[in-house]
């Protein structure tokens, strides 16, 4: 609920989780380094920023996300459209992941120290198919029925059977990756998808069955970024240059308060969330062909995770 108390209650559960960060640096930074760090204001005011974007997050969460997601989860169960759901599912994990910021670093960080091996827009979409995959198995899970456990036995053992034959030089991405293609819109998303399509399904428990996506999501991209790896390296020569990894030195970073760089990092993060609302909408006004409720409260959720991810 969209509401003053709501906020405040946030914001207070934010700082109190912020609390024990903030003891720990200041426990390392006084009684074992002894020293003040000379940019201790700037470090302060980061962490008021961070509280206050997190609870503008959670908020936005609350009001937009979770409501739509459950929605159309509720709306595709009762139509027993099992394909477009899928499809919904899979269009999700792909579009978000592969436009996720932290992938596209590592990608192409990867793509750098590979001899030539690896292309970094490839990687992107083997990663970005695999968390689509690993909606779409985790949405028929739950149609289904099926215990969760099977699943994730079965996958584990696959991402053990593929580091046994995978090139040393990729395991390491492979596991990386299953970490770091989960962002921070697509999991409240993906979970209120499958809580939404649990509590509508017959005979189904939203505490039991409305789970596990996320671990599908963080599973795939470590299997199949390894059999990536064998494809490459077995297929592919290094090529004559190898670009070393250069250590950069440390510099100091400068609390930046203009204008332009607020304005670029907030177009940066209105960049990664329009491809989930534009995925939204498409499959709520196009596919359902029906309009989303509270529509305004949708859109206004929307902007406060934009301001509340900008500020983190």
């Known amino acids: 609920m969209l509401s003053i108390s709501t906020f405040l209650q946030l914001l207070k559960e934010s700082f109190r989780d912020l609390l024990p960060i903030i003891l720990v640096i200041m426990f390392f930074q006084l009684a074992i380094i002894?020293?003040?760090?000379?940019?201790w204001l700037s470090t302060a005011i980061g962490l008021g920023i961070v509280g206050v974007g997190l609870a503008v997050f959670l908020l936005g969460l609350e009001v937009g996300i979770f409501p739509v997601g459950e929605g159309l989860a509720s709306e595709f169960a009762h139509k027993g459209s099992t394909f477009w759901i899928l499809i919904f599912g899979f269009m999700i994990g792909f579009g978000t992941t592969i436009a996720e910021p932290a992938l596209i670093v590592?990608?192409?960080?990867?793509a750098s120290i590979s001899a030539g091996r690896i292309d970094a827009t490839v990687l992107r979409t083997v990663v970005a198919f695999s968390v689509g995959f690993a909606i779409v198995l985790g949405v028929w899970r739950i149609i289904k029925g099926h215990p969760i456990h099977y699943y994730i036995i079965a996958g584990y053992i696959l991402v053990v059977s593929a580091t046994a034959f995978a090139p040393q030089e990729?395991?390491?991405?492979?596991?990386?990756?299953?970490?770091?293609?989960?962002?921070?819109?697509?999991?409240?998303?993906?979970?209120?998808l499958g809580i939404g399509l649990a509590s509508t399904i017959k005979g189904r428990n939203p505490v039991l069955d409305g789970f596990g996506l996320i671990a599908f999501a963080s599973l795939t991209p470590m299997i199949f970024v390894q059999f990536y790896g064998i494809v490459v390296y077995q297929f592919i020569d290094a090529s004559a240059t190898v670009v070393p990894a250069v250590i950069k030195e440390i510099e100091t970073v400068n609390l930046d308060f203009s204008a332009m760089t607020i304005l670029k990092g907030l177009l940066g993060v209105i960049t990664d969330v329009l491809p989930i609302l534009a995925i939204i909408l498409?499959?709520?006004?196009?596919?359902?062909?029906?309009?989303?409720?509270?529509?305004?409260?949708?859109?206004?959720?929307?902007?406060?995770?934009?301001?509340?991810?900008?500020?983190?």
């Open 34 to 39: 002894q020293s003040v760090p000379p940019n």
């Open 106 to 110: 590592i990608a192409d960080k990867a």
């Open 170 to 192: 990729i395991v390491g991405l492979a596991y990386d990756l299953g970490g770091v293609t989960t962002s921070t819109v697509t999991v409240p998303l993906v979970a209120a």
């Open 282 to 312: 498409f499959f709520q006004y196009i596919i359902l062909k029906k309009p989303i409720d509270n529509l305004k409260n949708v859109m206004i959720g929307f902007g406060l995770v934009i301001l509340g991810l900008d500020a983190l």
